[in-house]
């Protein structure tokens, strides 16, 4: 199956006339440490652009403190500490009370106890998650906690071997059979990022091909993720927020690429998302 833009019409929906805040999700992003603070702020800025109510990012001090800084639409919530660690998860697990949907992963980096936090609080959660860049390598090490849970893993070619243990192909068909494998085997969804993505639930697959080579800044793996959060948080269930992610991103990304080419930016990409989600 093919991604178009006719699933923007199953995802956006024509809004009530006394619809209010709220109802269109609060997403909760963790991500950021002392040396990134970008990641987390990608996610949510693409998020909101994306149609979510409210973002709150978690992020540890500096990190929480320089995304505050970028807009006046982030809701910061700084940490104590220059990384996530297990003293967090109290007040994580507090943030999460009163959201629809969660991204982890951007930025957070892979020290042991930051994966080990990481799977805590995975563990303890109910609603549907975006796992991405970081929090990918914590779910490799305990595979079991994704089984049968609302969530969408989206690995690039690395992080896919580090959670499926082999080198993915560039192969078409043997690319897209290891996906299904690889959501089948840890019954989720799988959203490999690529030339042409790749997204399945472990029964099918979904092909998208919006993109662009100039996507390969630093940021347009974020914006994917924040995207998919904001979606999710609206209360689209997990493989057509999947699909229709991949396609959102894909579709800013050529939109921008067309206007910036080799200068393209991942805030470029935010920018477009506008105009691409436009039917």
């Known amino acids: 199956m ?52 409210l973002v709150t990012i978690a992020a540890p001090e500096r990190a929480a403190d320089i995304v505050a800084s970028f807009a006046p639409d982030l809701i910061a919530y700084p940490l104590e500490g220059d990384y996530l660690n297990k003293k967090h998860l109290p007040e994580l697990l507090k943030l999460t009370q009163n959201k629809t949907a969660v991204v982890i992963g951007g930025g957070l980096c892979r020290e042991k106890e930051i994966l080990e936090t990481i799977l805590e609080y995975l563990k303890k959660i109910s609603i549907p998650c975006v796992i991405d860049a970081d929090a990918i390598h914590a779910v490799a090490l305990d595979k079991n906690i994704v089984r049968e849970r609302k969530f969408v893993i989206t690995p690039h070619n690395y992080e896919f071997k580090v959670l499926s243990g082999k080198e993915v192909s560039t192969t078409p068909l043997e690319r897209i059979n290891s996906v299904i494998k690889l959501a089948d085997d840890l019954k989720t969804i799988i959203l490999l990022k690529g030339h042409i993505d790749i997204i399945s639930d472990g029964n099918e697959a979904a092909l998208n091909e919006t993109g662009s080579p100039y996507m390969t800044k630093g940021g347009c ?37 067309k206007r910036f080419g080799e200068s393209l930016t991942a805030s470029d990409l935010i920018n477009s998302i506008p105009e691409a989600i436009t039917y």
């Open 221 to 257: 793996g974020d914006t994917l993720a924040g995207i998919c959060g904001a979606l999710l948080a609206r209360g689209t269930n997990a493989f057509t927020a999947a699909c229709a992610s991949a396609y959102i991103n894909g579709k800013a990304g050529e939109i921008a690429s």
């Open 2 to 53: 093919d991604v178009k833009k006719s699933i923007l019409k199953e995802v956006y929906k024509r809004r009530d006339e006394w619809s209010r805040k709220f109802d269109f999700g609060h997403l909760l992003v963790i991500g950021g440490s002392k040396q990134y603070s970008g990641s987390p702020a990608f996610n949510a800025l693409a998020a909101l652009r994306s149609g979510v109510d």
